[in-house]
């Protein structure tokens, strides 16, 4: 620790949400300490506590939240009993604070450049100075062109982008403490992972200490020193990153990591493991350890006495009176997975030949899926990658014929052409495709109770009434795993991971034969994406059903993949088993967007960069669609000639220019993607 | 076309009513005969489009003079009441607005959000009848009648115009100010004003730059709909203040049954709400910077 006084110590702090007159409390007792210069994360699920403790310390609660008790000091200063003022210069000197969605962080009518100077002129500079400043502290941001910028508005510029303003903002009055509040979520892989260098390489010039607070293990694993694991507003363990993440030593963080599908684990070999029960309600104070419900290594001793923080390493503590026997956590799932899936028989269900759709847009044709070619198979999982306007979601909405594809595009289920429309195609074919939301809060009808939104989807789909429907909806909600006393509640009362259960449940109801499920564990945290994971795996062992699985997240591609399709811009660039997209060689934008995604295991690899941003789909690249950003490019033949979607090994395909041998040599010098747990 | 439509509609003979009961029937005849109320409504309906064409809005039945002369000083009548109700009631609403946003839940905005509902709930008249006999008959400081004597100052006419704006501003309060104030709460949440307190800036600049820039833009399109109101539905104020603007216009015509003064006034307040909507179109996408550059990259 250097002699300058901790960029930030929180000495016991309580805080506090007022709801309906009672008290309760979010953040219990947490104390922590940030070094000058240091980087320290804050994991934990949504609901422990993480945010408000972001908020707390930068005087910022909801008008309901208040800070109990406890002392917060940045850079030696007491921050209780600071007056209004002081707290505005605190935040004008001492701390920044940059969060998720920078398209809603930054105001929507005000251009860039007037934003960032008003940072500035907080500290007593305006006009042509602080314009000047601005310009240097986007340069800062590595963005190319600053002066165009300045005069953007927010709506003008990229996710990636604005993220970047952001941080400029929060930089730019030089703070001691700069706070990252899941500050890449929602972001592209490749986009995250640049977001992420930025923030390493500003830390390492300007010496800002950083508090970063994710729901991505691994995010925290690649950019912090140290880690503390937050429960119901408990720190529960803390010590150096790699100890943590590498040799937990609370039952917590051991269930955390194990919920992860990571290290090339898969369906068929391992189920994921989860956390049972919920996280305690807001305030309910549990007797002896927070943990104590949830926990598979529970004893008397823990309902009665909570564990203090023990020692258990150098610089690490663990709240928990077993902390040398956590990892003997018993496993919720048998990791092996009890019964085989069936082998896919390779005969398609779904076939989509030259699949395109075109939009307009502003007189612009923009083009949304290109020419697309893929035959999902009978059984098996299609794991769909690409980053955001690769046309993922529209392919999939093709498929399901909510959206008409362009003219010449062939869509046939088991073999018999299907009509452009959902409402043109017979009730039989409308239930063989459904698909399961991201967001289920928006998918359920608020107003309906779970039974009546599963009934109705199988009165829709089957005809079914009566006793024989209220027999299925019973049999339906078993096979999702969802308590039958659950049936009368309404989507509101259920948390995110039981109304994706309802979701899942409504699109079994015809038993469909293939459903597409769009980023359907986004929204969730890891214990119950596991859980969500391990059901539609469960669903497909039982039932044969076939998966098309979009998701940005490539652990849990390859999870539940039996096959992978990489799109970008609409074209389709690499398909393949999944183990062997994963493996090198890889088609160089594969290589790209695994190299951007950091590991848990935190072995630095060699980052892959693309240059500039996602073209726009008006004007396509001429040739190969990723030649303006692949860093492999050949020359010319790349700029002019698209590549053949060629079958480099059987069952293998891959649209590059570059030899399949080449390919192999240059990116074997790499250690790529192969990781163990 | 609705416009002639209505006014055709309209039952009785118009001879007849501008000649009174008691007149004689050929007397009524010859009038219809002089009028063109004779002939076919088709025919009628020609004409008078013919008419508009042409710049020609007609003569007037009753008052045997071009429908004109009577229809443009009555506009400007009324647009001088509705730019003084205007200048009083949009800042207050707004400003009434921005404050009950600010302290939501509170008792200042219970107040204002009650009040100001309760206020726009009160219709016109009752308003109108109200404040005459507060301020004309108790105080006795502004006069009954709106109507300033001929060459009076601008400073007159606009406290012989006070209380039929007061008790426009009354009706129009609770609209604009609510909302003002849900602009406002949306924009107070919204993550980009949590930035600007967050850079250390103080409330005032706060609420002045992030806040309310973006919480009045739907208030603008809302005040523009209201210049259609007050065009239009000041045929009872207009009335009890004995003002001759377009809406007393508008009354004594259909009493009348002077067809072509019912469908010239009804056409132009129809054209001043067409235009108010537009200038709010456009006004709204001129402060929207999200429409305004939607077209450049």
């Known amino acids: ?677 | 076309m609705i416009i002639f439509a209505a006014a055709q509609i309209l039952p009785g003979d118009v001879g007849r009513a501008i000649l009174g009961p008691f007149a004689d029937q050929r007397a009524v005849d010859q009038l219809n005969e002089e009028l063109g109320t004779n002939r076919s409504v088709v025919v009628q309906y020609a004409d008078w489009i013919g008419g508009i064409l042409r710049g020609d809005l007609g003569d007037s039945y009753a008052f045997r003079r071009p429908v004109e002369d009577l229809v443009w000083p009555a506009l400007q009548n009324s647009a001088k009441l509705a730019l003084l109700a205007f200048v009083i009631v949009v800042p207050v609403a707004i400003l009434g607005g921005v404050v009950a946003a600010l302290g939501e839940g509170r008792f200042r905005d219970r107040v204002i959000s009650i009040g100001g509902l309760s206020a726009t709930a009160i219709p016109e008249f009752v308003w109108a009848v109200f404040l005459i006999i507060v301020f004309a008959l108790w105080l006795d400081v502004l006069p009954v009648s709106a109507q300033a004597p001929d060459g009076a100052g601008v400073l007159t006419q606009a406290r012989y115009l006070l209380l039929p704006a007061l008790a426009l501003v009354f009706v129009l309060f609770g609209y604009i100010a609510r909302m003002a104030r849900a602009g406002t709460i949306e924009a107070l949440d919204a993550d980009y004003a949590r930035t600007a307190y967050l850079k250390g800036l103080p409330r005032r600049t706060v609420l002045r730059r992030h806040v309310l820039r973006n919480s009045l833009l739907p208030t603008i399109a809302v005040v523009a709909t209201q210049v259609g109101y007050l065009f239009g539905g000041l045929v009872v104020i207009e009335l009890i203040f004995n003002y001759h603007g377009i809406g007393e216009l508008l009354y004594r015509a259909v009493q009348r049954q002077d067809f072509p003064l019912i469908q010239s006034t009804v056409l132009l307040i129809g054209i001043v709400y067409l235009l108010a909507t537009l200038a709010a179109d456009i006004l709204y996408s001129l402060l929207n910077p999200r429409i305004r550059l939607a077209h450049e990259e």
């Open chain 1, 1 to 677: 620790m250097s002699l300058a006084a901790p960029a930030l110590e929180l000495d016991d702090l309580h805080v506090a949400y007022t709801v309906r007159g009672v008290d309760r409390a979010v953040l219990r007792g947490v104390t922590l300490a940030i070094a000058a210069g240091e980087s320290y994360g804050l994991v934990g699920e949504s609901g422990c506590g993480k945010s408000t403790a972001a908020f707390a310390l930068m005087r910022y609660l909801p008008r309901n939240g208040k800070i109990t008790g406890g002392s917060i000091r940045i850079a030696g200063e007491e921050l209780m009993g600071l007056s209004a003022d002081g707290v505005r210069r605190l935040r004008a000197t001492q701390v920044s604070m940059v969060y998720q969605d920078p398209g809603a962080a930054l105001n929507p009518s005000m251009r860039v450049g007037d934003q960032v100077a008003e940072v500035f002129a907080v500290a007593g500079t305006s006009g042509g100075d602080a314009r000047e400043r601005s310009r240097e502290m986007l340069a800062r941001v590595q963005i190319s062109d600053p002066d165009r910028v300045l005069r953007r508005y927010p709506h003008q510029l990229s996710g990636g982008m604005q993220q970047r303003v952001v941080i400029a903002m929060a930089l730019a009055s030089d703070p001691t403490l700069l706070i990252l509040d899941e500050p890449t979520t929602g972001l592209d892989a490749t986009v995250e992972a640049e977001v992420l260098d930025l923030v390493a390489n500003l830390r390492a010039e300007l010496g800002t200490s950083v508090l970063f607070i994710s729901h991505n293990l691994a995010v925290i694993r690649k950019m912090c020193e140290r880690v503390g694991v937050l429960y119901a507003g408990r720190l529960v363990e803390e010590g150096p990153a790699e100890a943590v993440f590498g040799d937990p030593r609370h039952p917590y963080t051991v269930g955390l990591l194990r919920c992860i599908p990571r290290g090339g684990l898969r369906k068929d070999e391992h189920r994921l493991d989860t956390i049972p029960g919920f996280l305690p309600q807001l305030g309910e104070v549990p007797g002896g350890c927070v943990f104590a419900d949830r926990c598979g290594l529970v004893r008397e001793v823990c309902r009665e006495h909570e564990p203090p923080l023990y020692p258990v390493g150098p610089g690490r503590t663990s709240r928990c009176h077993f902390h040398a026997e956590a990892q003997s956590l018993p496993r919720t799932a048998a990791p092996q997975a009890d019964a085989a899936f069936r082998e896919p028989d390779g005969v398609p269900v779904v076939r989509a030949e030259n699949v395109a759709k075109t939009f307009r847009h502003e007189g612009h044709d923009v083009r949304a899926v290109d020419a697309l070619s893929v035959a999902v198979r009978a059984g098996e999982t299609l794991g769909l990658v690409g980053e955001s306007g690769s046309g993922k979601t529209t392919f999939a909405r093709v498929l399901l014929g909510l959206t008409p594809p362009d003219d010449g595009s062939v869509i046939e289920l088991d073999g018999r052409l299907l009509a452009d429309r959902i409402t043109k195609r017979d009730p039989e074919e409308v239930r063989a495709l459904q698909i399961v939301f991201q967001n289920p809060d928006s998918a359920l009808n608020r107003r309906f109770t779970v039974r009546r939104i599963i009934g109705r989807a199988l009165t829709k789909l089957l005809g079914t009434r009566g006793a024989e429907r209220d027999t299925r909806v019973r049999a339906l909600a078993d096979a999702v795993r969802l308590d039958a006393a659950l049936l009368h509640s309404r989507p509101g009362q259920l948390s995110g991971g039981l109304k994706q259960r309802v979701a899942i449940a409504r699109a079994f109801a015809g038993e469909p034969r293939l459903v597409v499920c769009d980023e359907p564990t986004s929204a969730l945290d890891v214990s119950v994406q596991a859980a969500i994971l391990n059901l539609l795996a469960d669903l497909q062992r039982d039932r044969g059903v076939t998966y098309l699985f979009i998701s940005h997240d490539l652990g849990v591609v390859r999870y539940l993949s039996d096959r992978i399709a990489v799109l970008y811009l609409g074209r389709l660039l690499e398909l393949g088993p999944a183990e062997a997209v994963f493996e090198p060689p890889h088609h160089p934008y594969t290589e790209a967007l695994l190299s951007a995604v950091p590991t848990l295991e935190g072995e630095e690899r060699p980052r892959i960069r693309l240059a500039g941003e996602i073209p726009g789909h008006s004007e396509p690249p001429s040739g190969c669609v990723f030649h303006p950003r692949c860093p492999r490019k050949l020359g010319e033949v790349c700029e002019l000639e698209e590549p053949p979607l060629a079958e480099v090994t059987p069952g293998r395909f891959l649209r590059c220019h570059i030899p399949l041998e080449d390919l192999r040599r240059l990116q074997a010098q790499l250690p790529q993607g192969k990781t163990t747990s």
